[in-house]
């Protein structure tokens, strides 16, 4: 099984009080392993509640998912905390960041769930913040940084875990030009190097074009790949 992300007939159907909300409608697709794909489509598509579930952080109403061949809804809590914290990295639209730590804090973070001892850890997210090109600003605090510098410290945080996928949701939604096209070769160098799948849902064709492929979605389901 050569796939990272398999979606077979996924449906997702939010409840709010007596009103169903249908996200996903019936969603099949595969990605292979080591692919660079970018998941394209109006607001309200469902790319956001695709990624969701894509990284195990929610389940779906019906069908099935395969995250590297394993389904997230068999797996116990303790499963599915290794699951999230070592297979999955995930690059949000706001950076979320935290403000009162350092660039080098925030990207220890997610080493702090693993049982690594305290010297790697550090050692660990300084290399990150090497692959970013951020070494030089490791003691820097968030809004002491640029917008492309943040997203580059979301992106160590992402990757220091040496996670199988990395899951970005518009990246560079809140990015000027310049930063946004720095942020899309850094993604793309760390697809090339590390051999991580990438996924990246945006709306700037730009950022979809870097992409060895592009999936529209529209009303939950997939209407043009290419
Ligand atoms: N937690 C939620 N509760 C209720 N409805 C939701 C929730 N999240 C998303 N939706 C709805 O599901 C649909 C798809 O949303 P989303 O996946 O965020 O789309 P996109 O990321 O493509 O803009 C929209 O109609 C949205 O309002
Ligand atoms: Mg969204």
């Known amino acids: 099984m050569d796939d990272a992300i398999r979606f077979e007939n996924v449906w997702k159907i939010y409840r709010m009080g007596k009103v169903e909300v249908p996200a996903l409608r019936g969603l099949s697709l595969s990605i ?20 969701h579930l894509a990284g195990a952080l929610d389940h779906p109403t019906k069908g099935r998912v395969l995250i590297e061949g394993r389904d997230p809804s068999k797996l116990s809590d303790a499963e599915l905390s290794r699951l ?20 080098i804090q925030n990207v220890i973070l997610p080493l702090t769930l693993q049982d690594i001892p305290q010297s790697e850890r550090r050692k660990r997210a300084e290399e990150a913040l090497r692959q970013v090109g951020l070494a030089h600003r490791m003691n820097h605090r968030p809004n002491e940084m640029s917008g492309g510098e ?24 809140n990015l000027d030009s310049h930063s946004a096209s720095e942020i899309v070769e850094l993604l793309t160098r ?37």
């Open 84 to 103: 999230r914290n070592k297979l999955i990295g995930f690059v949000f639209q706001t950076f979320n960041l935290i403000p009162r730590l350092t660039a």
């Open 190 to 226: 760390l697809n090339k190097e590390l051999g991580v799948t990438l996924v990246v849902v945006t709306h700037n064709p730009d950022v979809g074009n870097a992409a060895q492929r592009i999936i529209k979605i529209r009303d939950g389901v997939v209407y043009e790949e290419n």
């Open 32 to 51: 292979r392993r080591g692919e660079h794909v970018a998941i394209m489509g109006p607001s309200g598509s469902g790319k956001s509640t695709f990624l």
């Open 150 to 173: 943040q997203q580059r410290v979301a992106i160590a945080r992402a990757i220091v875990t040496r996670p199988k996928i990395l899951l970005a949701d518009e990246p560079t939604g």
